[in-house]
């Protein structure tokens, strides 16, 4: 699947205006600046359109309010963030109907600035915050390139907290992209999984080796 978003609602940059980034078809994109419900409201049916035919009502009906009802917890979670989407696999991979316990979440950062400052940090001194403020203990930081644009990769474990309804740990990896045209303003593609269950196991690996393959796929939507 293609997904083309607009980088930001009511600002533009003179050299990259939104972004594409590519995901199986197993994955659905929720946009959460305009077009949510009618995004939600999609997958919801093509999930209760998978539950067996033959199925009790009694059983169909609490599975599908508890469905919407989590389903729409995360979205709207994602909205408090101020997010601008939300990436979600919604259809089973391969043969045995598995659909991993993964998200991709995009937001975008503007670094604050000076009143009245004429000259703005350059990207590599803000990569170089990046790398070494706000971030998680044990965090394994790198920098780069995406799509020519100046990016710090930052991986962790994230530990559960069931008091925010964070029942497990998961494992986190996020692309912080310098947008170019405007060096305080950032691109953030973060991705989570808990794997089979635990964050370090076989399938958290490939997860985030198949997360960092998507992200080789990343290119500026330019004006």
Same mark, same amino acid.
């Given at each position: 699947m293609? +997904?083309?978003?607009?980088?930001a609602?009511?600002? !533009?940059? @003179?050299s @990259?205006?939104?972004?594409?980034l /590519?995901?199986?078809?197993?994955? +659905?994109?929720?946009? /959460?600046?305009?077009?949510?419900?009618?995004?939600?409201e &999609?997958?919801?049916?093509?999930a209760?359109?998978?539950?067996?035919?033959?199925?009790?009502?009694?059983k169909?009906?609490?599975?599908?309010?508890?469905l919407?009802?989590?389903?729409?917890?995360?979205?709207?979670? +994602?909205?408090?963030?101020?997010?601008?989407?939300l990436?979600?696999?919604v259809?089973?991979?391969?043969? &045995? !109907?598995?659909?991993?316990?993964?998200?991709i979440?995009v937001?975008?950062?503007?670094l604050?600035?000076q009143?009245g !400052?004429?000259t703005?940090?350059?990207?590599?001194?803000? @990569?170089?915050? /990046? /790398?070494?403020?706000?971030?998680?203990?044990?965090?394994?930081l790198?920098?780069?390139?995406v799509?020519?644009?100046?990016?710090?990769?930052?991986e962790?474990?994230? +530990?559960?907290?069931?008091?925010?309804?964070?029942?497990?740990a998961? =494992?986190?990896?996020?692309?912080?992209?310098?947008?170019?045209?405007d060096?305080?303003r950032?691109?953030?593609?973060a991705?989570?999984?808990?794997g089979?269950?635990?964050?370090?196991?076989?399938?958290?690996?490939?997860?985030?080796e198949?997360?960092?393959?998507v992200?080789?796929?990343?290119?500026?939507? =330019?004006?």
């Open positions: 293609t +997904a083309e978003q607009r980088g609602a009511g600002q !533009e940059s @003179a @990259a205006t939104g972004y594409r /590519l995901l199986p078809s197993q994955w +659905a994109q929720i946009p /959460l600046r305009q077009g949510t419900e009618e995004a939600v &999609e997958v919801l049916q093509q209760y359109a998978r539950l067996p035919a033959d199925a009790p009502p009694d169909i009906g609490p599975y599908k309010q508890e919407a009802r989590r389903f729409r917890g995360s979205v709207a979670g +994602a909205r408090e963030r101020n997010a601008l989407d990436y979600l696999p259809r089973p991979v391969g043969d &045995e !109907e598995f659909i991993p316990g993964a998200s979440l937001t975008e950062t503007m604050p600035t009143k !400052e004429k703005r940090t350059p990207s590599n001194e803000i @990569a170089v915050q /990046l /790398l070494t403020e706000d971030s998680p203990a044990h965090a394994d790198s920098s780069g390139e799509d020519g644009a100046l990016a710090v990769r930052r962790h474990i994230a +530990a559960a907290t069931p008091d925010r309804g964070v029942v497990a998961s =494992r986190r990896v996020e692309y912080i992209v310098s947008v170019p045209g060096p305080n950032w691109f953030v593609a991705f989570s999984t808990i089979g269950g635990d964050p370090r196991d076989e399938l958290a690996e490939a997860l985030v198949w997360f960092d393959a992200m080789a796929t990343f290119r500026w939507r =330019r004006s």
